[in-house]
Structures are given as C-alpha cells and as structure tokens.
C-alpha cells in the first residue's frame, strides 16, 4: 500500500494552526491541517476579544477564527476533522495515525494542538461536571441567571468569566490561592468596581457538594486554615492550561507540565518535527503570539522540507 | 530640575510598538511611544497586506496600521513625535535622550525602532536618489508609467515591489544575485506568469547611470563576469533592511548586521531594556510575528516593573 506524502501536516486548527496554514499555502506546501473538533481553538470559549491588534473594537472569538479560517480557505487550506493518535517516525517520513484509523504521511509536522481547561482536583469536580461545574463561563453563563455562582482563578481567563457572569448571575465569587491577581489590571479594574463581584484571596476549593446539583463550595483560608462553606450552585474554573500533547508523549521532549519544547526556530528535539502556539513551553498565551509562531513555524518547516527536497534557498 | 518617571518607555509605533502599547495600557502601565516619523512603521512602504491572520482580504498598511493606532488610542496611548538620539543608564533609572533635547526617564524600555531599506551600495545609488532610485514602489511607482524599471532583490518585498510596478511600468527587469527567489511561493507564481516582468538572476547591480536623471544600469553576471547595460528609468531596491539601532550602539549587544540580541523573553543583554519586533535578531520579518513580539515584551517588561517596584505578582 502506498500513501501519498504531504510536505506538511498542521495538528490543530487554533489561531497557531490556522495561520501556519496560511502561511503554508501562500509558500506552496502541499498541507493538511487535522482538527479533532472545529476550527478555531480554546478561544472560542472565551467571550470577547479586545487585544488582538488591528481589531480596535472588541470581536467575538467566533468572528475573529472565522475570519482566519477564511483566509487559510480562500488560500487552499485543505482540513480533516480527526484527531491524531501517534506520530511514527520512518525514516524522512512521519506517518500519523489517527483514531479513525486514517494515516497521513509527510515530511514535517507542526504541532498545534493547544490546550484544554487544566482540572482542579477538587472532591466532586468530576461529580458536577455540567451540573453546576463549568470551565466555560461563556458556554454556560445563562443557565445561572440570577443565581449565585463562583469562579476560581486569577489569571486573564478567571476575570474575563467574572466579567461576563456578572451579566447573568446576581453574584459572583472570586476565588484566588494567591493575595493577588495576575490579569491584565485593566480587567482587575474591571471586577473590582463591580458590586456583583466579591473577591475571596489566598483561599482553596476543597470540596463542592450538592445533591444532584451544585449547592455550594467548601473553601480552605490558606491563612488561617479555616473552612468556609459558600453555597452557590455554579463553579465555574479557570486555574490554567493543560496541553494536549498526549499524543507525543515519549516521541518529543515536553516540559513538566506536558508543554513542548523547542529551539528558537520552533523545532523540537525531532528534527521536522515544530511546535508553536499555546501548546509549546512559551512565556506567554495570548492569540497573536499563537499566530506570530504559527508563521514562525511554517518558514522552518519550509526551510526544512526544501532541504529534504534538495531545493532550499541558497 | 526633576523629570516625571515613566514605568515604560516604547521606541517606534510600528506593529511591534503599537501593539506593545496596547497591552501596556491594557496592564495599565505608565507609558510613553516615541516614534521619530508617524505611526505604521516600515511596513507603510508596502502596497498590501494579504497574510495578516484575521483580515481575509488584502488591506492597504495604512488601514490595517491606523486600526492598531485607534486601538492603542482607545485604551489612551501616550505618542510624542521624537527621535531617539542615546539611553542613558542613571542606576535604576534610564534617561532617554531625543534629538529635540527633551529627555524621557523610565524604569524600562522596550527598543521597537524598527529597520529601514538597505542600500545597495552600487555607484551611482546615492547620486540619484529621487532622480530615479527608490527604495518604495508603493510611493513612486506611478512616476513609472509605460517605462522600463527595475527591481533589485529576491524577497517578499522585491516581489511586492515587481508586482506593483507591473500595473504602472512597460516592462520590469527583477535583478537578483542568485539563482532563484527567496519570496513566498504564491508571490513568486505571479511574477513568472506576468509578461511584463523578466527575470535575471545571478546578476548583480555595479552602476546606476544617467544625466539628470537614471538611464540604465550595469549589471554584472556573476557566471560569467561579463558587464551588460539595462536601459532603465528606475531602480527599485529592496536588498533586505537595516536596523535603527544607531541610538543604542555600544549599549545593547547587536548582531554584526547591527539587529539587537535577545533571551528568549526579549530582554536584552541591559536588564531592563527589552527588544522585538523588526529590529530584533529573529527569524522573520513579518508584521504577525512583530504584533506577537510586542505583547511578548511588555509581558516580560511588566514583570520587570513590578520586581523594581516591590509588587510582582507571587
């Protein structure tokens, strides 16, 4: 049986993957980009965006990844809904396996399969799930309206779902482990001015309880040790990232967390092998560092793959 | 006599510092952006933008940049029309010096001046600078019409260049040193099919000739040795870029084409001076990667300010 080889195949459809599609086909490669779920990434939780720069006013992430899919479309991007399994390595060639049973063989891989909502590890988070229990405030808010609800967290993430419960809820809990913020401080300003919002510091979830729906949270004063019980029948959690790289793992080198390392030029420690976006070890998440690294990436990848093909620049 | 502290001061309001000034006002920074011309940056010399992720028609720079300048604006950026002349390190303080005597202090800077054309450095070059050479067909193309021109370089802009010259020009000869482009592929298909476009490669530019105004130039094939003359009204070069460093030589480690050296958070060898965008030794001069940059930096930068002042974030 012979497979076709691709040039390229993009793992994920995020901002990171989509534009490394862009700049893929605007270079010729022959790419796939592979999506498990639809286009567009772990943005598409989120409720607004108002930091992606040349976007002055603030965009639904839905428009926003629109926009990018259409572009990459426009230009050719060719994309299939399957999630990768495996890479095995044979020889120049990688071939993809993936859960449907279809492989895809290639000379470089882009890795961008970003991140999903990191678990608490709370007693009765799993319970709950979708029974009070949420990590998408922007999913989930109407179900809570004129309730009161809690979030857990302190980053960009955490503020933003306070922010957008406070539309629904009629009171919003903060929840941080540490006596400060991360967020940006212009959402900080933000919770702080708005009377829904109570901000609880340097206090842990222990358990959330309930019959067969969320009741209430039993919170732990990191200070005083103290257990306080807060009823309110949602959670909502935003306690960071985890990456989805357990289709690489033992194949390429991943930080502690999961994250994939990479040289400056996005490689890993394979060579045709590049990461880029929020699944790579970077200093910062955010859409438009996603993307910057996705067109990073791709001009690796192409310097690598006309290496291979005897046709680089020179 | 005491000067105002700024946390931050920004050096250029190209993609990379207008994007810097977004998330400085965002984390609510106290910041000021010197550009020394206007706001856009290097990328204004360009006719469009097509491969920005998330504007999936081609925009004039001007548009895209003028919406990152509103969007800066909106979140209240502070822009003076200033150039740069030397940073001053004053212990935890650097004092900004401007070819206006004004001074600037701040507690970090981040360098996002930017590149400018590189010269050729053919005889003749200097002599008819606006007489017929030009490093910006976007500006002077239609001075060209029905003429014969030529376009020096092998990159995105050489090819940008040429393909917008075609609309004016009779004929446009591309010049370039090797033997094949460097350009992304889709802009080079566009090129080799277009008649009026003519291809030379491992050629090099030795004279620009002419009364008043440029006649033709020398070229001198690099296989052979031999001198040709090209009759031609206009040179077009587009050779690569040059780092605004000069205001910071001496002070902030370069690279020997004088791009400024960075860790991977973009601090510079100077703690508290950060770098991104074009200006920086990175690996691709793209206005996606420059915006992605710029967050980057202030991110790290912020970080910085906040250990200075006693409120970082643990």
């Known amino acids: 049986m012979t497979h076709k080889t691709y040039d390229l195949v993009i793992i994920g459809a995020g901002p990171a993957g989509l534009t490394a599609s862009i700049y893929a086909r605007r270079a010729r490669l022959d ?12 943005i598409l939780l989120s409720q607004r965006i108002e930091n992606y720069p040349g976007v ?9 990844m629109e926009k990018m ?42 890795i961008a399969s970003g991140t999903e909502p990191s678990k608490l590890g709370a007693e009765g988070e799993t319970t709950f799930v979708g029974r009070g229990v949420s990590y ?32 629904f809820a009629r009171k919003v809990h903060l929840v941080h482990r540490r006596g400060m913020l991360r967020a940006e401080k212009i959402l900080q300003e933000r919770a702080f001015r708005n009377p829904k919002v109570e901000i609880i510091f340097r206090s842990v979830v ?33 306690v960071g990232l985890k990456p989805n790289t357990d289709f690489i793992r033992g194949l390429v080198e991943l930080d502690k967390k999961g994250f994939v390392k990479t040289r400056a030029n996005l490689e890993t420690n394979v060579p045709s092998i590049f990461a880029c976006g929020d699944v790579r070890k970077n200093l910062l998440k955010q859409v438009v560092v996603a993307c910057g690294e996705g067109a990073l ?18």
Chains 1, 2 share one sequence.
């Open 31 to 42: 790419a796939v980009v592979l999506e498990r779920l639809v286009p567009g990434g772990q």
């Open 56 to 64: 002055p006013l603030p965009i639904s992430p839905k428009r926003l």
């Open 69 to 110: 899919q259409r572009q990459a479309e426009n230009l050719g991007m060719k994309l299939e809904q399957v999630e990768a399994k495996r890479i095995e390595l044979d020889g120049e060639k990688k071939i993809i396996h993936t859960l449907s049973d279809k492989k895809y063989t290639t000379l470089a891989v882009i």
């Open 136 to 167: 998408c405030a922007t999913c989930d808010a109407p179900f809570f309206k004129d309730q009161e609800v809690m979030v857990v967290g302190g980053g960009n993430t955490a503020l933003q779902e306070t922010l957008h419960l406070v539309r």
């Open 206 to 238: 222990k358990v959330i309880y309930g019959d067969s729906q969320v009741e209430g949270v039993k919170l732990k004063d990191l200070e005083t040790g103290k257990i306080k019980k807060v009823p309110c029948s949602g959670v909502f959690i935003s």
């Open 297 to 314: 990436a791709v001009a690796s990848a192409e310097k690598y793959i006309n290496k291979v093909k005897g046709i680089e620049y020179k």
